[in-house]
T-cell receptor
Framework: EAGVVQSPRYKIIEKKQPVAFWCNPI?????LYWYRQNLGQGPELLIR????????DSQLPKDRFSAERLKGVDSTLKIQPAELGDSAVYLC????????????FGPGTRLTVT | QQQVKQSPQSLIVQKGGISIINCAYE??????FPWYQQFPGKGPALLIA?????SEKKEGRFTISFNKSAKQFSLHIMDSQPGDSATYFC?????????????FGRGTQLTVWP
């Protein structure tokens, strides 16, 4: 069974530029999460989807971050414009509905903003 | 404010030794406590988890000890191997959040010397 797929794996952009990350969750997982992991820290939740609905986006900086999961499968996280402090690894995870404690993570996208 | 406090930040153990990582929390709404293992360039992977109504759970060389009254839990890795060298994160699921949310500790970087 394929795991969570993310692309790109690495991205280097200049500040004020836009960037987008893509995630394909494990088949059958209705719940999808985006996390940000700063260097030397644990993952921090940005947004959680149940199917197409964003049920927990309280930690998403909505002035510059947006996310979508149009058909309840793939998801895209966007930053526009990027700032130096956005440099981090962006992780996507998925789980079966009702089992948030058993999340499966993708490899992440390492973003460097220069 | 860090919801789950993890220590030590780094740990060096000789091959065959016991690795012990500790975590503490205050939120009584936490109802599930997973541990994740992360190798460089990879996303975190679920290692083992425990519910608060159980004091100990063992899977192979990995054991979680849970002290509900003290609000503390720990991961013990018996007969530590060089292949166990990774970053370990404790986490806690908040059932009070909409359908649950995982909070992660800051991580412990484990190095096992051969």
């Amino acid at each position: 069974e394929a795991g969570v797929v993310q692309s790109p794996r690495y991205k280097i952009i200049e500040k004020k530029q836009p960037v987008a990350f893509w995630c394909n969750p494990i088949s059958g997982h209705n719940t999808l999460y985006w996390y940000r992991q700063n260097l030397g820290q644990g993952p921090e939740l940005l947004i959680r989807y149940e199917n197409e609905e964003a049920v927990d986006d309280s930690q998403l900086p909505k002035d510059r971050f947006s996310a979508e999961r149009l058909k309840g499968v793939d998801s895209t996280l966007k930053i526009q414009p990027a700032e130096l402090g956005d440099s981090a690894v962006y992780l996507c995870a998925s789980s079966l509905q009702g089992r948030p404690y058993e999340q499966y993570f993708g490899p992440g996208t390492r973003l460097t903003v220069t | 404010q860090q919801q789950v406090k993890q220590s030590p930040q780094s740990l060096i153990v000789q091959k065959g030794g016991i690795s012990i990582i500790n975590c503490a929390y205050e939120n009584t709404a936490f109802d599930y406590f997973p541990w994740y293992q992360q190798f460089p360039g990879k996303g975190p992977a679920l290692l083992i988890a425990i519910r608060p109504d159980v004091s100990e759970k063992k899977e192979g060389r990995f054991t979680i000890s849970f002290n509900k009254s003290a609000k503390q839990f720990s991961l013990h890795i018996m007969d530590s191997q060089p292949g166990d060298s990774a970053t370990y994160f404790c986490a806690a699921n908040d059932r009070g959040s909409t359908l649950g949310r995982l909070y992660f500790g800051r991580g412990t970087q484990l190095t096992v010397w051969p």
